[in-house]
């Protein structure tokens, strides 16, 4: 290609857009369009999939929640159908033994409990446990407050955390740090208020309505030091399996049953859980990839199919020009040109679209609304975009390309009988 | 010039079209030698193959046999570009039908062999407004090909096949879609370019322009059957 080629396919392309603005804002406008939907189905789909993501994870990752139930096995001479509490005091006994572990720790729980502030009474579930808890589980105070701490449970300081809607309950606007609840008449200060989460998964019940104080103050207050829950936390998923195993193996002679007794435990292993979300989410992503590449079909058959007819419909112009003396890159090059301007500027406009659309549903309160709440904030992703841009775009160049230089390749005088 | 003089030199040509069914010999060895000048009208019933002769003649199509010879030179070696560079400079068209590009202007109409030649903006509207004026256009510049009447349809086309000032002219039923009176304006136009020195080929129906020419081919069934210098 030389200058004079370049220029001439330049002012040629500029001259017969002018002349069909019609066309040209049809093509650029179904490039545009087939851009914004695509960029937006996967935006929905990436936003959902983070959602359901982070749904899943608010309780906490790598989890295993046993609960405390009966032997079925014979130990030791003991008989089958005892059974097995452990204590607040056999979590630090684990730790100790299981160092490679992320985390133990134990919950007591009181079911129903008064808390009253002012006149306002409400009850509530409070969980006695220890301070690691609150990272563990996801659950963060909110700026100005703070989780319990080592000192507190030390201290047995009756200091309470309160979960987000229990917080509202009690406190409606005002801010609840620093000030003191009665919690079955014995008075607490508040030190925290969660960060709102959404959670797909509980166990006792969402953690924004419970309220957590320290396990010393919980056996003090209300007397009880058996656990509802005793919870562990691995560094790796694959560690789990292995990790129950040697729970049992040192609680075994501490707590008297057969190591081997699946009764001992009700186990939920959140791993499993896990893998399987896992497996969803890679269902959601094939899904919406099958969806959007159909969608780009669609597209880029509507994009080729108006090139195509472009070409058709011009067959005699171009056997006049050549009659002219237009060169074969004089005639194919305007139209590889219209392929390149209008996929450009359909791929902008699109994504422009696209982004200003996200943006707005961005700007949706989704607060209250289960629905958007569910459905995430969509979430934009440029290779995408940039992909389906070129797809079109080639449809389009490929489209018009080939027929213009089929036509260009015929002597004119055959081009020129073309009606 | 190259031998003899002639500016068109043909031996032994033929044409065939392969419609895949059927093979139709349009031209069936045609020896036709023009020299530079000189206004040749040719004419003969229709599907005689006068129109393939034009096209070959034109370099809008390739012959199946035999060699032609544009100017001295083989156009059987020419490349596509080489071809299309030859319609560009060298040969000028006027077509029956017109030909004209519809959704552009007069103006841009004659511009585009100028555009193709590769001739400055400024030039080209010089040229342009030149040859507009020449046909009598200069009022009708900025006017689409359906704002026109045939006859000034047709004198755009001539202005356009003049654009790159060529030694021929062809000219293919110029006056069969126009009226009496806008046919006679085309052949007075044709006469004062045979005059200016150019080489006219014209086919025709239309006796009365033959007679102008200075010479007539007479085609039947894809050969020249007569060819007769015309009584002064």
């Known amino acids: 290609m030389t200058r004079h080629d370049l220029t001439l396919a330049f002012q040629l392309f500029f001259r017969s857009a002018r002349l ?28 959902l999939k983070r959602q359901i993501a982070t749904n899943e994870q608010a309780m906490g990752t790598n989890l295993a929640i046993l609960w405390p139930g009966e032997t079925s096995i014979p130990y030791k001479g003991l008989p089958e159908g005892r059974g097995i509490r452990p204590r607040l005091d056999d979590v630090e006994f684990v730790r100790e033994r299981m160092p490679d572990l992320d985390a133990v720790w134990g919950e007591v729980t009181s079911w129903r409990t008064a808390l009253a502030y002012g006149r306002k009474t409400v009850n509530a579930r409070i969980i006695g446990t220890i301070p690691i808890y609150g990272s563990r589980r996801n659950q963060f105070p909110k700026p100005g407050g703070r989780f319990l701490d080592p000192q507190d449970e030390a201290e047995k300081r009756r200091v309470v955390f309160l979960g987000t809607e229990l917080a509202k309950d009690i406190f409606a606007q005002e801010d609840p740090v620093g000030k003191t609840i ?70 075994s002679p501490r707590l008297g049953f057969d190591p081997q007794d699946p009764r001992v435990f009700g186990v939920w292993n959140t791993v499993e859980g896990q893998k399987m979300g896992a497996k969803i989410m890679l269902g959601l992503q094939i899904f919406f990839g099958v969806i959007g590449a159909l969608t780009l079909i669609i597209g880029g058959v509507g994009v080729a199919n108006i090139m195509y007819a472009v070409v058709k419909e011009r067959t005699r112009e171009i056997g006049v020009k050549m009659a002219l003396g237009a060169r074969r890159n004089w005639i194919t090059g305007p139209f590889i040109l219209e392929g390149l301007v209008y996929t450009l500027l359909g ?34 992703s440029w290779s995408i975009g940039l992909v389906t841009v070129a797809i079109l775009g080639t449809a389009g160049l490929l489209a018009g390309y080939f027929p213009a230089r089929r036509a260009a390749s015929i002597d004119p005088a055959t081009t020129l009988r073309y009606e | 010039m190259g031998s003899n003089g002639h500016v068109i030199s043909m031996s032994a040509i033929r044409k065939v079209y392969d419609t895949g069914k059927v093979k139709v010999e349009a031209l069936k060895g045609i020896d036709l030698a ?111 090909p ?87």
């Open chain 1, 182 to 251: 009665l919690i079955n008449n014995s008075p607490f200060t508040v030190i925290g208020v969660m960060i709102p989460k959404r959670q797909s998964s509980t166990y006792g019940g969402p953690d924004a309505q419970h309220g957590v104080i320290p396990a010393s103050t919980f056996k003090a207050l209300f007397g009880k030091d058996r656990l509802n829950v005793l919870v562990l936390r691995v560094k790796k998923p694959e560690d789990m399996d292995d990790a129950l195993v040697r729970l049992n193996q040192v609680l």
């Open chain 1, 20 to 47: 069909q603005k019609k066309r040209a804002t049809l093509t650029i406008a179904s490039l545009a369009w087939g851009t914004v939907t695509i960029l937006l189905l996967l935006a929905f789909g990436e936003g």
């Open chain 1, 347 to 380: 791929g902008l406009f699109g994504a422009l679209i696209a982004i200003v659309l996200v943006v707005l549903i961005g700007l949706l309160p989704t607060e209250g609304n289960e629905a958007l709440e569910f459905l995430g904030k969509p979430t934009l």
């Open chain 2, 34 to 144: 023009v020299s530079s000048g000189q206004f040749v009208a040719v004419v003969g019933p229709s599907g005689s193959g006068k129109s393939t002769l034009m096209n070959l003649i034109g370099c809008l199509d390739t012959p199946t046999d035999g060699t032609y010879r544009l100017a001295g030179e083989d156009v059987a070696g020419f490349s596509r570009d080489q071809l299309a560079d030859i319609r560009n400079r060298r040969v000028g068209f006027v077509f029956q039908n017109f030909n004209l590009l519809p959704q552009i202007s007069s103006f841009e109409n004659v511009e585009m062999p100028l555009l193709f030649g590769g001739v400055s903006p400024r030039k080209r509207r010089e040229r342009v407004e030149e040859l507009l004026a020449k046909v009598g256009l200069a009022d009708r510049m900025e006017h689409k």
């Open chain 2, 146 to 232: 359906t704002e026109l009447s045939g006859g000034q349809m047709q004198r755009v086309a001539i202005a356009r096949a003049l654009a790159m000032d060529p030694d021929i002219l062809l000219a293919d039923e110029p006056t069969g879609n126009l009226d009496t009176s806008s046919g006679s304006d085309v052949m007075s136009l044709f006469g004062e370019l045979w005059a200016q020195g150019r080489t006219l080929i014209v086919i025709t129906h239309d006796m009365s322009l033959a007679k102008r020419a200075g010479r007539i081919v007479e085609v039947r069934d894809g050969r020249i059957i007569r060819d007769t210098a015309a009584e002064a």
